[in-house]
């Protein structure tokens, strides 16, 4: 199954949920692996080193210094990895409020990394964006 590409039914189906815990973004020298004992949510590789997105509590945990303390949001609709415009409806509608977001497109679904303080009402916005289509 390739996914919905129809951004209609994308933005009417997207149904965002809240995921469970608190994330952080933290970078490791290119060099350095990650330690066994930590399960990154996320991790993608950059010239300046590797950007590792996981719980507050791992990187606390492995005296990881992070930025970015986050929720996720998942838009459970299955989206085409060729959709055109999902992202941009749904960033510019979180822009629009004033709310950041880190977003990453992976095979089944959309997810939203957010502000902690600011989730809530992100899937507030989320689901009216929604139900408005």
């Known amino acids: 199954m390739s996914g919905e590409?129809?951004?209609?039914?994308?933005?009417?189906d997207m149904n965002p949920v809240l995921g469970e815990g608190v994330f952080v973004f933290c970078t490791l020298a290119a060099d350095e692996g990650i330690p066994a004992d930590i399960t990154p949510q996320l991790t993608f590789r950059e010239p300046e080193g590797l950007t590792v997105v996981?719980?507050?509590?791992?990187?606390?945990r492995a005296g990881f210094r992070y930025q970015f303390v986050c929720r996720?949001?998942?838009l459970t609709v299955h989206s085409s990895l060729e959709a055109?415009?999902?992202?941009?409806a749904v960033t510019a509608r979180l822009a629009k409020a004033g709310i950041s977001?880190?977003?990453?497109?992976?095979?089944?679904?959309?997810?939203?990394?957010?502000?902690?303080?600011?989730a809530d009402?992100?899937?507030?916005?989320l689901r009216d964006m929604s139900a408005q289509t």
């Open 72 to 74: 996720l949001i998942i």
């Open 121 to 125: 009402e992100a899937v507030v916005l």
């Open 54 to 60: 996981l719980r507050r509590e791992e990187a606390e």
């Open 84 to 88: 055109i415009g999902f992202l941009a």
């Open 5 to 12: 590409s129809n951004l209609a039914k994308l933005l009417r």
């Open 101 to 118: 977001v880190n977003a990453v497109s992976a095979f089944h679904h959309d997810h939203l990394f957010v502000p902690e303080h600011r």
